[in-house]
């Protein structure tokens, strides 16, 4: 093999190489500007989970209220029953 030939195959080998480092490193960038445009997505998204859960928080108070209106009514009706009670013995008594 003589040096010319020898020095061509080196030239070819070369620039292969160099392809392949310059596709690894269009493919490093790509990686980055899909990994920044995750993460601004991912700060976007925090900032809608935060207004969802805002949002939200009276939903999550309307079962302590409910829960609360239930107490009430059972509180009513006992005082019903007593009443009721009371209003017959003073009937009775008359």
Do not use: C, D, F, P
């Amino acid at each position: 093999m003589e040096n010319t030939e020898l020095y061509n195959e080196w030239l070819i080998g070369l620039a292969i190489v160099g392809l392949i480092v310059v596709i690894a490193a269009v493919l490093l960038i790509l990686v980055l500007l899909a990994a920044k445009r995750i993460l601004r997505l991912a700060g976007v998204a925090l900032t809608v989970v935060k207004e969802i859960r805002e949002n939200t928080n009276s939903i999550w108070e309307l079962e302590k209220t409910n829960n609360v209106a239930v107490s009430i009514q059972s509180e009513a009706t006992a005082i019903k029953e007593h009443a009721t009670l009371v209003a017959k013995a003073l009937e009775e008594v008359n």
